[in-house]
């Protein structure tokens, strides 16, 4: 019955792990559960029930931290108000309408749009559209390692 729950607790990391390049598909979170489910089938034996808690306070963390990293960054490289609104829209609609490739783009495009709009310069507004792609691959790069992490602590307690 072990083996059953490490095969689901697998297969829900790796979804998460893909979850983290592909739109909708929620990888933390799922990548989490992996792990939780796993502990519960082991009886919290392998995986202690501290770990599991302390996984799911960073997950919750990490989730309103990656929602926040491109704003984060397009505010650190002075986006304007009008800046980050864009960037945010750009990430909802680029979702929509490009699926993995508007995560990526879209907030690059609405920060460099609402920039020109509210008649900043292009070279302001190309700033802060570059703030806001820092800010994605950060919280990308933070998602990954963090599912990697998680996943040490799964496979090192098979042994």
């Known amino acids: 019955m072990t083996v059953l729950f490490a095969v689901l607790g697998?297969?829900?990391?790796?979804?998460?792990?893909?979850?983290?390049?592909?739109?909708?598909?929620?990888?933390?979170?799922?990548a989490w559960l992996g792990l939780f489910v796993y502990a519960i089938g082991t009886g919290f034996e392998r995986i202690s029930l501290l770990t599991v808690v302390v996984f799911f306070v960073l997950m919750v963390i990490i989730v309103v931290l990656d929602?926040?990293?491109?704003?984060?960054?397009?505010?650190?490289y002075r986006?304007?108000?009008y800046g980050i609104l864009g960037a945010f829209l750009g990430l909802v609609g680029g979702i929509i309408l490009f699926g993995f490739w508007g995560?990526?783009?879209?907030?690059?495009?609405?920060?460099?749009?609402?920039?020109l709009v509210v008649k900043?310069?292009?070279?302001?507004?190309?700033k802060s559209a570059v703030g806001?792609?820092?800010g994605f691959v950060v919280g990308s790069l933070m998602k990954v390692i963090f599912i990697l992490i998680m996943s040490g602590f799964f496979i090192a307690s098979w042994f």
């Open 10 to 30: 697998s297969f829900l990391i790796l979804v998460g792990l893909i979850g983290v390049f592909v739109p909708l598909i929620p990888g933390i979170p799922l």
């Open 67 to 76: 929602f926040l990293a491109p704003v984060l960054g397009a505010r650190k």
């Open 79 to 81: 986006a304007s108000r």
């Open 103 to 115: 995560i990526i783009l879209g907030p690059f495009i609405g920060a460099f749009s609402a920039e």
């Open 120 to 126: 900043r310069q292009a070279r302001g507004a190309l």
């Open 132 to 134: 806001t792609f820092i």
